[in-house]
């Protein structure tokens, strides 16, 4: 049984899906239901991203549950957060609905979301609902909290500093590759059964993403405070080309020190792909990646799941991977880049 | 000369909109080019608002110029910040953008956005932008904040407390209708031309709305703090059937205190429609609807631009307009609800 949206109306809808939603943040003083929500942030410092998600642009109904896609768009902003050395705190959620979706879709979008507030500590504030004549349109905006003149920027990194990435990098861009293949092979079939065995975690990273909540706490307690920090959306080598540049600086990176995932390079000669490629450039990682200083080198190695892939240098040394056969590579922006 | 987006792809496009761009509110610390915007609010409570603006939905760029557009989006933020008694201080801004727009399309939203933040004094201080398959998508997240403990909610109206409204009601509305009419009528007629004469007050209502900035200094000026306030985004009818369901009381609204402009008469009778229905239901005022304490009815009745139009009371009375001729007709929630 679908319940047409119609049936609850705007405010309707709003009230059923943010029905015994309750504020556990201290910031949080007031949640939905006024003009706006009110925060009280007197003794840290205010953090504030957005995302905007677009269906046919950013996800495809087709594989995506409604469920993982509600998570993922909170998550997404918490590694904005979590990527200036912050913790988020809330979300504010404005939804733009077409006339194909009814309340129990939009139950499945808040389960995730709620889901990733209540793992992630963040309370939902607030948002907009409207119908939409375009599919399916996400905006969220996460507001956090950063210990006064902690937060981490893209422009603090300095030459030998080292450079450093969290997790492991192009499983969630393989892991659309499988989706994208398994959905041309259902064309027609409806009784198609997806072969994601021996993937599962491709296909987790892509679907349901986390935030390195845990890198950041880590760091605090081993006392090391980054130089520079930005999550891997775009692909490493779009997000270190924006370090250097906002940095004014240059780097070296090692392809034999990037972390790659086993089913990563399975999946990659599986689809005669280059891996390097994946790697570097395949993007969603919502991995940390940062800078250090080279006086930090044993406290960081000394980390779980965090790698030293390479350093930075003066400027005019430019931005390269190392290959494996010492050979240099000027590193490319070929993140996703939707308007290009 | 149009210049198609895909030249300067999603990060050379945001480079060019934002380019000059400067913080002028000290809450204002770091602001776009970072994975998040940094604010300091360490002796005020911060308040928080998001409005979703869809293509077909909100906006029809037959007849919504671009900057107007973006003057409108940033303002009806601004709106909502003031109804909490709040000064508006940053806004985020996402958008997503299909294939027709040019640069100078984009050009134009963005001189009408840096506008409506020069004339109310609020910073630009980051966003999402994204390729959209689905016409022009636009998400803006509104910063502002307001003395400690001094936001007015919806909740405070109390039993014999007077209801005040800024302005006039209804012309936007009828704005609308008139934009809609010439909009028919120029179909398949390129040299058309559409005729506002003696209505320009009714299509500037519509598309280039103001926020009521000047009233909430005006009435601190005066030491009036509403016990409830809402801006009229939807209609009278529906924001004050939410003060009272949050304030658990009931109303009375006068039909011959309802504040409506020369225009929208005459625009309703031309186009034959109910003016009281025009002003009560019709929407996209944003104007200040707010209540006050009757010992502070000498005070309000002073200030330029406010009218009392009715008064609070106790809930099993419910929520009735008092017509012309002395009759009682029940409130009823008929605003735009996109939704229903």
Chains 1, 2 share one sequence.
Not at 207 to 234: N, Q
Not at 327 to 336: K, V, Y
Request: hydrophobic letters at 40%.
């Amino acid at each position: 049984m679908e319940t047409e949206i119609s049936k609850l109306g705007e405010f309707g809808l709003i009230d059923h899906l943010t029905k015994g939603i309750e504020l556990k943040n201290p910031s949080s003083h007031r949640g939905i239901g006024d003009d706006a929500a009110v925060l009280k942030y007197p003794d840290t410092d205010v953090l504030v991203t957005t995302d905007l998600l677009l269906e046919g642009v950013h996800f495809d109904l087709t594989y995506v549950p409604l469920k993982h896609l509600g998570y993922k768009s909170a998550v997404v902003n918490f590694s904005d957060i979590y990527a200036m050395n912050g913790t988020p705190r809330q979300i504010v959620v404005s939804l733009g609905i077409s006339s194909r979706f009814t309340v129990e879709h939009m139950e499945a979008f808040y389960d995730g979301l709620r889901l990733a507030c209540e793992i992630y500590g963040v309370d939902l504030v607030g948002g907009d609902t409207s119908a939409s004549r375009q599919g399916l349109v996400i905006s969220i905006t996460c507001i956090g909290d950063v210990e006064k003149d902690k937060a981490v920027f893209r422009n603090g990194a300095k030459d030998t500093d080292l450079i450093c990435v969290s997790g492991d990098l192009g499983a969630a861009y393989m892991g659309l590759q499988l989706l994208e293949r398994e959905k041309a092979a259902s064309a027609g079939k409806p009784d198609f059964e997806p072969d994601f065995a021996g993937k599962e975690y491709l296909v987790e990273r892509q679907l349901k993403p986390e935030a390195r909540k845990d890198i950041i706490a880590e760091l605090a307690k081993a006392g090391i405070k980054p130089t520079s920090m930005m999550d891997v959306s775009d692909g490493l080598s779009s997000e270190l080309l924006h370090i250097c540049k906002e940095s004014d600086c240059g780097c070296r990176v090692y392809e034999d020190r990037t972390p790659i995932d086993y089913q990563t390079a399975v999946m990659a000669e599986e689809l005669n792909m280059n891996l390097v490629t994946a790697a570097m450039n395949g993007g969603e990682d919502y991995e940390l990646l940062f800078t250090v200083p080279l006086t930090d080198h044993e406290k960081v190695e000394k980390l779980p799941g965090i790698k030293v892939i390479g350093y930075i240098t003066k400027p005019d040394l430019g931005c390269a991977m190392v290959t494996r056969d010492g050979q240099e590579m000027p590193l490319r922006a070929q993140g996703w880049n939707s308007l290009a």
